[in-house]
């Protein structure tokens, strides 16, 4: 049964870091694209960043540009995603998804696999 497992979220206080990782069982990780997403209460589900599987290529939202960073373990079948100078406007339950075709972080339908999320708190 294909899963996808998210570990690593906690409450920090603004500008510290979190690093989120996103495991996978029952299917072959290497071939998908990943996609980070995050839903805080009463808003909408929202792209934050994607590695893709054809070339490593990453993308990252206007919102977590320069602060945030994707990258995938191939051996160990795990997508991290390091959180840094973390916001409160970053809390948010944090989704990792996988699609087998590219990368894209505005549209949460073509991603195949979802995890359960992960909950990270931002608060002084």
């Known amino acids: 049964q294909p899963q996808l497992v998210e570990s690593g979220g906690g409450l920090v206080q603004p500008g510290e870091s979190l690093r989120l990782s996103c495991e996978a069982s029952?299917?072959?990780?290497?071939?998908?694209?990943v996609g980070w997403f995050r839903q805080a209460p009463g808003k909408e589900r929202e792209g934050v960043s994607c590695?893709?599987?054809?070339?490593?290529?990453?993308y990252y939202s206007d919102s977590v540009k320069g602060r945030f960073n994707i990258s995938r373990a191939n051996a160990k079948s795990t997508v991290s995603l390091q959180m840094n100078s973390l916001k409160p406007e970053d809390t948010a339950v944090y989704y990792c998804?996988?699609?087998?075709?590219?990368?894209?972080?505005?549209?949460?339908?073509?991603?195949?696999?979802w995890g359960q999320g992960t909950q990270a708190t931002v608060s002084s």
């Open positions: 029952g299917f072959t990780l290497n071939y998908y694209s």
């Open positions: 590695i893709s599987s054809r070339d490593g290529s990453t």
């Open positions: 998804a996988a699609s087998i075709a590219g990368c894209t972080l505005l549209t949460p339908s073509t991603y195949l696999y």
